[in-house]
């Protein structure tokens, strides 16, 4: 079993910056893909972002240039740094553990963060 727990969202401004960590415990293997979603009330959750066990990510256009995922393998942590942060980021963001092996989906309890115009 896998458990994940985010940590670092709250209230800023726009043009503001925050950062987003998430530490995976269990059993945890160095090449399960760890990865950011976000859902904004009334909407349908979507991708943030992805980091592979080799550092290879991926990106959600609306947050290309502005947000920078990575991760500490030795620490099973995952980090989003979010700057020039937009009203429309406003959302609860939910820390993914993906094991391609078995298939399995863990997810965090969310953090929400809130951009204020």
């Known amino acids: 079993q896998v458990q994940v727990v985010e940590s670092g969202g709250g209230l800023v401004q726009a043009g503001g910056s925050l950062r987003l960590s998430c530490a995976a415990s269990?059993?945890?293997?160095?090449?399960?893909?760890m990865g950011w979603y976000r859902q904004a009330p009334g909407k349908q959750r979507e991708l943030v972002a992805t980091i592979t066990s080799s550092d290879s990510t991926n990106y959600a256009d609306s947050v290309k240039g502005r947000f920078h995922i990575s991760r500490d393998n030795a620490k099973n942590t995952v980090y989003l740094q979010m700057n020039s942060l937009k009203p429309e980021d406003t959302a609860v963001y939910c820390c993914?553990?993906?094991?391609?092996?078995?298939?399995?989906?863990?997810w965090g309890q969310g953090t929400q963060v809130t951009v204020s115009s």
């Open positions: 269990g059993r945890i293997f160095s090449i399960y893909v």
């Open positions: 993914n553990v993906y094991d391609p092996l078995g298939a399995i989906d863990y």
